[in-house]
């Protein structure tokens, strides 16, 4: 459980992907264009250059091992924003809301079937019935959407280590509840259904994620965007608007307000989640919305 914290508050990609692909499939939506680009300047007059980088959690080292013009972006910039600071104290902060703390169980909030299938799951990740029972819904479903790690430090992970390690200045765009009432403000129901849907295709998890890694290998926002709004479609309306608002919209918003003065003082390498750049509400429209060019490097 020591880098369970740092694992899941980068799940938010392969969240959304994974009840994406693991649902029946309907006709795929082709864009007319498309925009290519993981990495994109950030410019304005008056202003230094600065970098935005769409990033996966996964310790693939087809992503890991980034590309020259991503290392010269990242090596140039003497300050490092992220979603949030990977450190002990927000790790202890989150985590405690992750399990119940008013007397109630899992077992109860979510019945005997679910909850069984979730022992099962997790027992392959080393987990006991008594530590899984005292999770919320909500943390037994983010801690089954992570891929496991298999040869190394996942990309966000890595990227924060190399910050530290070269001195850079390292910006949280979030702070750690705020990345915790995503998911802990859901009602309980909701946090089953979620639960529930990974533990249907829970067989079948390496396949979406190696899936999931090929489509971020193209580089392709337009399609990564267009799988999200299939999913939003299947997921049910109403489910759907309140997991994409809470997940994607409302973050995208309160995280682009917090780069301004950071892009003010310029020379900085951002690095979110590949699925919050594309979209009407994504990062790259915010940004240009308040005056700044965004040209995709890689």
């Not at 966000?156 to 979030?174: H, I, R």
């Not at 999931?212 to 337009?222: A, H, K, P, V």
């Amino acid at each position: 459980m020591k880098h369970l914290y740092q694992r899941s508050c980068y799940v938010v990609l392969f969240v959304c992907f994974l009840l994406v692909a693991c649902t029946p499939k309907v006709q795929e939506i082709k864009p007319e264009s498309t925009s290519i680009g993981l990495l994109w300047t950030i410019s304005k007059p008056g202003f230094s250059d600065s970098f935005l980088f769409g990033t996966i959690h996964s310790d693939d080292e087809r992503i890991t091992n980034l590309s020259t013009e991503v290392q010269h972006a990242f090596n140039s910039s003497p300050a490092f924003a992220l979603e949030l600071i990977l450190d002990e104290a927000a790790t202890k902060s989150v985590m405690a809301h992750m399990y119940f703390s008013d007397g109630n169980t899992l077992q109860n909030v979510i019945g005997d079937d679910l909850f069984k299938r979730s022992v099962e799951a997790l027992s392959k990740k080393g987990m006991s019935s008594k530590a899984v029972n005292r999770m919320k819904p909500w943390a037994v479903f983010t801690l089954l959407n992570m891929p496991d790690n298999q040869s190394g430090t996942f990309l966000d992970a890595m990227l924060y280590d190399k910050a530290l390690k070269t001195n850079k200045k390292v910006v949280g765009l979030e702070t750690p509840m705020e990345q915790v009432s995503v998911f802990n403000g859901l009602d309980y129901d909701i946090q089953t259904q979620l639960l529930e849907k990974t533990l249907d295709q829970y067989t079948d998890m390496q396949k979406v994620m190696d899936e999931i890694i090929g489509i971020y290998l193209t580089r392709d926002l337009e399609e990564i965007l267009q799988i999200n709004e299939k999913y939003n479609r299947l997921m049910g309306k109403e489910l759907a608007t309140i997991f994409n608002k809470r997940l994607l919209t409302d973050r995208n918003v309160r995280m682009a307000e917090r780069m301004l003065p950071l892009l003010e003082e310029g020379q900085v390498f951002i690095g979110v989640g590949a699925l919050h750049l594309p979209g009407e509400d994504g990062l790259i429209t915010l940004l240009k919305q308040q005056g700044f060019v965004l040209e995709s490097v890689y």
